[in-house]
């Protein structure tokens, strides 16, 4: 049970969790996945991103309907919980914090490098540690206020993105384009999945605020669809038009592909230059404060079910948000950017994600089987062929980038049985399994 000082405050719509969704992903498309191109060619990675957009497609239609059957701020971590039990809540649950508390510092990074670019006297990391400050305590203002300022700042996310493409598609060539395509050959394509993920990671964060959710179920369902097919749109017209400009090698390495883009076409002393870095900033703050969100919900939740310290779960008893979470968030966020690199925080980022999916979409087959009761407003269609598909290929990319990325997999995986072995030594693990095995005898019944 939970009390008040434990209790979401419900104010969101659907346009709110478009927004939201959207705006979680949005600066995917403003760099990240660039760093593709490196490992890849442009059309190793467009390959891999084709596969990973059906990926995506058939995931958010399976996991709409866990979402939906079960609203909770702990998202997959609460569809672990009912399906597999403590030990498959714990690792959906930290699965979930590594995909979220790595992605948060990388596009601070980038949020950095966008302004250096504008104003190459400001420091990069300096600039990527304010960042955190500023939109921490925006968060904080209440969850209404933080959605609003998603949405606001998505619609002006997606509108620079929208003219970019106006802008620099005349000048973009297929011939460029198709310069040095695949120089790794097909395994090039495996190690760019991480990086086409990155164009669509932390959406299922949307799962996150289902518990502040008006109407929540239907306004569920729309939000999610209407999200993917946004970012998928978004997703392939940025990476085709940015590669027809210049070739791959000139862009790869960069945390600004679009700002150097426009420079190539516009000429970097062009008004239009500075004007299109501006508005770009809007994309990764977008994204930025959406994860912050996210990421805030999922330590409240895990702090309110004994996997965290019981203090993470807290709110503010006017605003309703929760405070410690925020701030704890924040704090991970600014040491990981000042350890890792863009690139390496993407791909812990990423196999993160991948664990959620594999995860989600094994809990989803477990509740069909052991709850085919549980209310479900909206069930994935094509069952079971959609999340099928989605599971085999989240484990196919698993695969590929702890072959690829062995000792970042590695240090994912070594976290996740320490974080094992303090859930057992602490004892937390036989109450937690003690409260479930309650719950479901309870739900057993109910079901009889």
Known sequence: MTDESQALKKALSPIHLWAIGVGLVISGEYFGWNYGWGVAGTVGLLIATLAITLLYFTFIFSFTELTTAIPNAGGPFAYALKAFGPIGALVAGYATLIEFLFATPAIALALGSYVHFLYPAVPVVW????????????????????????????????????????????????????????????????????????????????????????????????????????????????????????????????????????????GRQNPLTKFFASVGLFGLIASFHGIIISYSRQIFALARSGYLPHGLARVSRTRKVPVWALVVGAIFGIIALISLDTSKLVVLSTIGAVIVYIVSMLSLFRLRQTQPAMPRSFKAPFYPIFPAIALLLAVVTLGAMIYFYSWLSLLFFGGLVLIMAIFYMSGRYQKIKQEWEGEMIVSQSHVE
């Open 127 to 266: 600039c990527s540690v304010a960042s955190f400050v500023v939109f921490t305590f925006i968060n904080l203002l209440g969850i209404k206020e933080a959605a609003w300022f998603s949405l606001i700042m998505t619609i002006i996310a997606i509108g620079e993105l929208l003219l970019f493409i106006g802008v620099v598609y005349p000048y973009s060539s297929l011939d460029t384009f198709l310069h040095n395509p695949m120089p790794f050959g097909w395994p090039g394509v495996f190690a760019a999945l991480p990086f086409a993920i990155w164009l669509f990671v932390c959406l299922e964060g949307m799962a996150m605020v289902a518990e502040e959710v008006k109407d929540g179920k239907n306004a569920i369902a729309k939000g999610y669809i209407s999200a993917v097919l946004t970012l998928a749109f978004l997703a392939l017209t940025v990476m085709i038009s940015v590669g027809g400009i210049t070739h791959w090698e000139n862009l790869d390495h960069l945390d600004y592909p679009m700002p150097e883009a426009i420079a190539i076409v516009l």
